[in-house]
């Protein structure tokens, strides 16, 4: 499966520590990343991610686009809704092409811990009929 990883300036620790928890789960996939938080996985994570542009750079577009392509089969966008800056990216696009294509979207890592599971229980297998 292919899973999709953006998160906000002060959420990246966050991603961070859920990837290293669940690293066992995620190195069974390929991993995408807005640039810096893609980066971070690698180092922290000791996961291979093919990065995008930094989010601010474009890089949250080229994921987005890759949704719009139905080619992310679940995405984990950590979000601060309270403090996000101006040069983080938006998470309207990303929300509606995932409810658009029927990819599930976790904004906070609760939601993001119950869909790896889901995934490692192969809930996730319904994302090969909308890839076909």
């Known amino acids: 499966m292919n899973i999709g990883f953006i998160a906000h300036d002060s959420k990246k620790k966050l991603m961070q520590n859920f990837c290293i928890a669940y690293r066992g789960i995620l190195v069974k996939h ?19 991610v093919y990065k995008f542009l930094a989010g601010h750079l474009g890089g949250e577009q080229q994921l987005c686009a890759q949704i719009e392509n139905n080619q992310m089969d679940l995405v984990i966008f950590l979000r ?52 076909g």
Do not use: Q, W
Request: hydrophobic fraction near 40%; glycine fraction near 4%; charged fraction near 25%.
């Open 30 to 48: 390929n991993l995408y990343a807005t640039g810096t938080t893609g980066r971070l996985i690698e180092e922290a994570a000791n996961l291979p």
């Open 80 to 131: 601060d809704p309270l403090t996000a800056k101006s040069h983080e990216p938006n998470v309207d696009n990303a929300i509606r092409l995932c409810d658009t294509h029927n990819i599930p979207l976790a904004s906070n890592v609760a939601t993001a811990e119950l869909l790896i599971k889901a995934l490692d229980r192969g809930d996730m297998d319904f994302r090969e009929m909308y890839r």
